[in-house]
């Protein structure tokens, strides 16, 4: 839990006080507290703090304790170094026993409380669920934060936010025969039930056969859990109004199918519903922040497994489109699925612009690393706005290029389109989403392909525990407040 207070009370069981290495040497603190004063002027005379960054002198008075934590030059203190530190101090070794903290901040403006949150909220995450040992258990006890902040209306919509990001987290982070197709609808079920304006429609096995929902079905077809398409319509602008549309891909496992992954790369893959997940994320940020503003939010769920029934390289399929597909490779799945969702909203909801977010190639990942998302699509305006949001989020992203001559890369000798590019080894992000591109036509869209970004392996990438970032939800509810 996180609330705000204007000034510091240093009532709390802890406090932790940000300062730059300036404010240290020029005794210029964001403080007046005397005892503080005193204290941290101690520290320096003494010689034991001088605000370098992540530095951290812990001092215990009145049965208080006091973490003094340095940020570094003032230069060289961005928001996401902020997050790093403040992270770092929260779980310090000192804190940890403790149940409710204050923080106290280097400077105050609206950036600075949301990072701070931000610090708190997802720096402290940990998937913790399954762990019975004790003494395994590093995640923090603390359970109240108080950041002192005159920004409190900000922060605040920042921890919905955030609170969003980790419910993300959860569904992607839990093992994928619980987190299913179905166990997906549900949550969504869940999060819409008595919530007026909003409208929710779900396909399962049976629908997607009458409306000829081809590639979703052959992607599920080698599993024994059902899929679904599950499609909510938010009219907080009025029916008349444009509609966003956000669509996600909702792997719930994917083994590669018949072109089986190796070891080594399918241990991690519950996290290839990542952006369906990141939807849902956004959905519960929507309800609870409710914009005026008209959104769709989509995914098609399914799993690639493999039976006596999966679906084969070779085979040509029929797309919800009308569109014919040849099966170059079986893991190329989500691109399957993502088609024929996009294919369905765009016929039936008829969005203004849509984004997409997907796990969708390991050659994004090979591009840029865990660090940004690339961002591909039909339209300029569009990709530069998510762009703003992806920097004013800390959701990073980076464009990639489409360019026509990949049009050709996917053409198929005895379908309409190949799942797999004809140029092997190159371009894999863009070959990927120029496949969607044929199915997306003239609708203004960006496809984000979170490969990377959306699952990090290790003990702290950035601000983030290890497992799954959430990534996409704090991008798309930025997006959407602001477009
Ligand atoms: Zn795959």
Known sequence: MVSFCIKPSFLKQAAIILLTKEQVQEKKFSFSDKQMVDLLESAVTAMQFEGARSEIFPVVVDKKVILFIGLGKAADVNLTALRVVLRRGLLSPNLRKLRSIEIVLHEDSVQIAQAAVEAVVIGTYAWKKYITRKKDDQSVDIKEYAIVTHHGQKAH???????????????????????????????????VKNVK?????VLGRKEMESKGLGLILAVNQGSNKKPRMVIVKYSGAGKDAPYTAFIGKGLTFDSGGLNLKPGGSMETMREDMSGAAAVIGTLKNILTLKPKKNLILAFGAAENAIDANAYKPGDVLK??????????????????????VLSYVIRNYKPARIVDMATLTGACVVALGHDYAGVLGNNDDMIKNLLVSAKATDDRAWPLPMYPEYKEAIKSKI?????????RGAAGTICGAEFLHQFV???????????????????????????????????????????
């Open 157 to 191: 919509q920042a921890a919905i936010v955030a609170e969003g990001v980790n419910f993300t987290r959860d569904l992607i982070n839990d093992n994928a025969d619980t987190v299913t197709a179905e166990a997906l609808e549900k949550t969504v079920r869940d999060l």
């Open 197 to 201: 304006g909003v409208d929710l429609e």
């Open 319 to 340: 797309s919800y489109s009308g569109k014919t597909v040849e099966i170059g490779n079986t893991d190329a799945e989500g691109r399957l699925v993502l088609a024929d």
């Open 415 to 423: 379908a309409d389109i190949k799942n797999t590019s004809n140029v």
């Open 441 to 483: 036509g003239e609708t203004p869209w960006v496809h984000v392909d979170i490969a990377g970004t959306a699952f990090v392996d290790g003990d702290s990438h950035w601000y983030y525990g290890h497992g799954a970032t959430g990534y996409g939800v704090r991008l798309c509810t930025h997006y959407l407040l602001n477009n």
